[in-house]
């Protein structure tokens, strides 16, 4: 049974993000009432695409809060039934991975997640991971493994490796089970995949910049487990009004190899992409959908996401075609 989003009142965190812009639109169009939170409400880069949102105006209110700030979010989700904690910094170039990672995610996810104790109101809290917190183990990197949600990524080979980014996001993951089992927090969790499709936000996220590196032939991974941003936000909204809705949601459509993907978009766009650019092709990772589409969610295809992600790009000219081959 699906609760209907009426006029209730949600917490979107880190609101002016890629993945948060999509929540929030998304959830103003389905009638919520949004309080969103922004590191700084004096950078019109971070509010202006926001405000201008449909149903915006009557249902939008902004926040000023940070995750490193304990209690800054007390007074924001305290009459809010759902909170979306989406906020973490986003970068894999760090030369202090505990102060600009692990402490915001970790420490953010349990600011946040206290806020939501106090609050009397707060039914469900859903937490953005990522598929980093589900997928870097020795297991799932082969061809026999089929990844699913009891899959956790591994502590020491994030270390060992110095992924940073994926530490911080299994570490967060895991402190916010264990909040939420010991403060009888009713907890979702999306673990998605690399992110693609429009951004809506005027400024290049760390991933989008990924994306139009990839592009431009400048950087290549052996493959791609995609998903669209609009079904990742569909998938946040799910995961709060489902009832049934609980555990862990890996969200990824069909993987890609380099290849594939290069391909793709070189139909897209002939004179751009260079096709044969290539690496050598590594097994390619197989992760389970089937408790993504039983939240109702249908993952778009990967010809559609890469089309609109190259057609936004363009249009907010972090795309030159005539210079990207260069
Ligand atoms: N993009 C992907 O491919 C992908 C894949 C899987 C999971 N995710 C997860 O999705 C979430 C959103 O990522 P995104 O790609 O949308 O990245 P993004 O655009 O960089 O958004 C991250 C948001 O977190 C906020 N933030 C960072 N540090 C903060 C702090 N100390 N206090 C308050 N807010 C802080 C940022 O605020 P500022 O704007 O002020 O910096 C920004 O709004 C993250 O949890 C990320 O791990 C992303």
Redo the contacts with the bound molecule.
Sequence with gaps: MSREGGKEVVCV?????????WLVKLLLHRGYTVKA????LS?PS?TEHLKALEGAEERLELFE????QEGSFDSIIHDCVGVFH?????TLVTTNPQADLID??VK?TLNVLKSCCEAKSVRRVVL?????AVAYNRKAIGADVVVDETCHSDLALCQENKEW?NLS?TLAEQAAWNFANENGIDLVVM?????LGPIL?PTL????QLVVDIIKGKLAVPFYQCVD?RD?AHAHIMGFEKSSASGRYILAGEPLTHLQLMQLLHKLNPSIVDASTSVEENPIGKVSKKKAESLGVSFMSMEVSLKDTVESLKEKKFLNFERCNN
């Design positions: 965190t880190g609101a002016s993000g890629y993945v948060a812009s939170t922004v590191r700084n950078d971070k809060a940070d995750l490193l989406t906020a973490s910094p986003v915001p995610a953010g953005t991971s990522s598929i980093v980014y996001k673990n998605p995949g690399l992110v936000q996220n760390f991933t989008s941003v990742v």
